[in-house]
């Protein structure tokens, strides 16, 4: 299993760095990506802690974990900014909260993200044709989640995805231990969106690409 989107109570998730990596291996996760929220305010805070955290923890617990962020109602106008900030500050993965349908995201965040140069656009609600085919031409990869709510646009962003050609991938979005996936209910997830069986298996070849691309051997 690899997840590239979870949260810790260095932003609004429930767990320490150290209790979710634990939980993570224990489920049998070989990856994981601590992406807290983040702005403007606690940008630097977050990473700083992060690769403090990253650095001490990955070997010691027999997990892979890259430090990112996820870039949250950003202004579309400041996020080439603000990713630029995060990526020379020492932020491995780079993730803006796209707009899903359950929050007032921006409009706009969704192409403004992808025109910054980011990794994954989470969640990114009703994604246009415009916008998929952006994201398959960059690399961008497009999330497909099991995170309650966001998940509601699941089926649209399979479907725009392989029309335009761009990689997808799972991820728990994770809050609490029990957001945590097992293979069983990731095919289900899967499926769910819309996606046939055993697709599970391109969506994890997807994130091995990216952190390939980003450096991380794993």
């Known amino acids: 299993m690899i997840d590239?989107?979870?949260?810790?109570?260095?932003?609004?998730?429930?767990?320490?760095?150290?209790?979710?990596a634990r939980r993570a291996k224990d489920k049998g996760y070989c990856v994981i990506g601590i992406t807290d929220h983040a702005d403007s305010s606690n940008l630097e805070t977050v990473i700083s802690a992060l690769k403090k955290a990253c650095d001490d923890l990955g070997d010691?617990?027999?997990i892979t974990i890259v430090r990112g962020v996820e870039l949250t109602h950003i202004p579309p106008s400041l996020l080439s900014t603000?990713?630029?900030r995060a990526r020379k500050l020492g932020s491995q993965l780079v993730l803006v909260h796209g707009e899903t349908v359950v929050e007032p995201v921006v409009p706009g965040t969704n192409l403004a993200a992808l025109n910054s140069g980011i990794d994954i656009l989470t969640h990114p609600g009703l994604i246009t044709e415009e916008e998929a085919r952006?994201?398959?031409?960059?690399?961008?990869?497009?999330?497909?989640?099991?995170?309650?709510g966001h998940s509601y646009s699941n089926g649209h962003v399979a479907l725009r995805a392989r029309e335009a050609g761009a990689r997808l991938v799972l991820n728990s979005d994770s809050h609490s231990p029990g957001d945590?996936?097992?293979?069983e209910f990731?095919?289900?997830?899967?499926?769910?969106?819309?996606?046939?069986?055993?697709?599970?298996?391109?969506?994890?070849?997807?994130?091995?690409?990216?952190?390939?691309?980003?450096?991380?051997?794993?």
């Open 60 to 62: 010691a617990l027999g």
């Open 134 to 148: 952006l994201a398959a031409e960059r690399g961008i990869c497009l999330e497909i989640t099991s995170r309650h």
């Open 82 to 84: 603000m990713v630029a």
């Open 186 to 218: 990731a095919e289900k997830v899967v499926r769910g969106a819309g996606l046939p069986a055993g697709y599970h298996s391109q969506m994890l070849e997807n994130s091995k690409w990216l952190l390939k691309n980003i450096g991380v051997k794993i």
């Open 180 to 183: 945590l996936l097992t293979p």
């Open 4 to 20: 590239l989107h979870t949260h810790t109570l260095l932003s609004d998730g429930e767990l320490l760095p150290t209790e979710l």
